[in-house]
C-alpha cells in the first residue's frame, strides 16, 4: 500500500508491482531476461483495448524516427516502449505514481529500450519541462482523475513545439447518466473527474489547437470488452493481466466498465491535435 498523501497515487500504487509481473511472467511460461514488448502488453497497457488502442493512435499521429515524444500518465510505460520500439521516437514518460515510474523504468531496462524510453515522477499539471520540449505530447486515460481539463491540456501544449500534435486516447462523460463505480481509474466518485467531450473539444479549439482527427470509440471499446471478459468466463483470467494493478475490486472494475460503455455513462474518444505553427 502506497503511503502518499495523493489520493489518486494511492488509488494506483499497488507495492510489489514488479515482482508480481516478474512472477506472473513466469507463471505464463516467460523467461524474464528474454522478454518481448509482445509479453508485457497484457499488463503495461493500462486503459481500454490495450495495444490495439496504442498502435492505432500512433499510425495517426504522425511519428517518425528521432521524433521526441512525452508521454502523460504513462502508467507501466507500455505505450512508451511500443513508441520506442516500432516508431524509433525517443520517449519520456512522467507519472504521479511513484511505483509505477521505478517499474516503467525497470520493465524497459528489461526488454533493452531503457535509452530509448525513460521515466520520471511528475505531476502532469506540473510539467518539469521547458516550453516546446517535444514534437509530440501523447495520453491515455489519465485526464479523467484531473478536474482542472484547461490545466491538463494547456500543460501538453505548452511543451510542445509549434506545429507539434497532442495525441490522446481518454474516457470523457457520457450521455447515459453517471458512471457505476468502482471503475479502473477509481473505487468511488471522489477521484473520478469525467468531462464531456464536446466541451474538451471546444477548450482545446478555444485554446487555438487544431484538431486533425477526432472519432468516438465506445460502441467498439464495448466490443472488445465484451469479448474480453468473455474469455475471463470461459477460460479464467490468465496470470498477467491488468487485474494486477487493480487490487481484489479488480472484477466488479471490469463488469462496471463494460456496462457504463454500453450505457454510455462513460465515452471514449481518440484524438490528435496540432498546435499551429507561429
Ligand atoms: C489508467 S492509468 C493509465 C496509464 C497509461 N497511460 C496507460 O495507458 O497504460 C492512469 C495513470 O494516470 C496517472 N495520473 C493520474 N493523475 C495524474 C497526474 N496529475 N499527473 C501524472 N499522472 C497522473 C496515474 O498515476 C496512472 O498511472
Same mark, same amino acid.
Given at each position: 500500500?502506497?503511503?502518499?498523501? +495523493? ?182 466518485? +471522489? ?88
Amino acid at each position: 500500500m502506497s503511503t502518499s498523501h +495523493d489520493p489518486v497515487e494511492r488509488h494506483y500504487a499497488c507495492g510489489g508491482l514488479l515482482s508480481a509481473i516478474v512472477e506472473a511472467l513466469r507463471a505464463t511460461g516467460k523467461d524474464p531476461s528474454r522478454l518481448t514488448l509482445a509479453d508485457l502488453a497484457p499488463v503495461d497497457e493500462f486503459h481500454v483495448r490495450g495495444r490495439e488502442a496504442t498502435a492505432e493512435l500512433a499510425a495517426c499521429a504522425g511519428l517518425t524516427p528521432g521524433l521526441t515524444v512525452l508521454d502523460v500518465g504513462c502508467g507501466l510505460g507500455g505505450s512508451a516502449r511500443y513508441l520506442a520500439e516500432k516508431y524509433g521516437c525517443r520517449v519520456t514518460g512522467v507519472d504521479l505514481t511513484q511505483e509505477y515510474i521505478e517499474t516503467a523504468q525497470a520493465l524497459a531496462a528489461m526488454v533493452g529500450l531503457a535509452g530509448q524510453a525513460e521515466f520520471r515522477q511528475a505531476n502532469a499539471l506540473e510539467l518539469p519541462f521547458p516550453d516546446e520540449t517535444f514534437d509530440v505530447a501523447w495520453t491515455e486515460h489519465a485526464q479523467m482523475n484531473i478536474p482542472d481539463k484547461e490545466g491538463f491540456f494547456r500543460e501538453l501544449a505548452r511543451v510542445v513545439t509549434p506545429g507539434g500534435r497532442v495525441a490522446f486516447h481518454d474516457v470523457f462523460s457520457g450521455p447515459g447518466g453517471e458512471p457505476r463505480f468502482p471503475v479502473p481509474w477509481a473505487e468511488a466518485p +471522489d477521484i473520478s473527474h469525467l468531462a464531456a467531450a464536446d466541451e474538451v473539444r471546444a477548450l482545446l479549439e478555444r485554446m487555438g489547437l487544431r484538431v486533425r482527427m477526432w472519432e468516438d470509440t465506445t460502441a467498439r471499446t464495448a466490443d472488445w470488452f465484451e469479448v474480453l471478459l468473455e474469455r475471463f468466463r470461459t477460460k479464467g483470467r490468465p496470470p498477467l493481466g491488468l487485474h494486477l494493478l487493480m487490487g481484489p475490486s479488480a472484477p466488479a472494475k471490469f463488469e462496471n466498465l463494460l456496462h457504463n460503455l454500453r450505457e454510455e455513462r462513460v465515452t471514449v474518444i481518440v484524438a490528435v491535435v496540432e498546435r499551429p505553427e507561429r
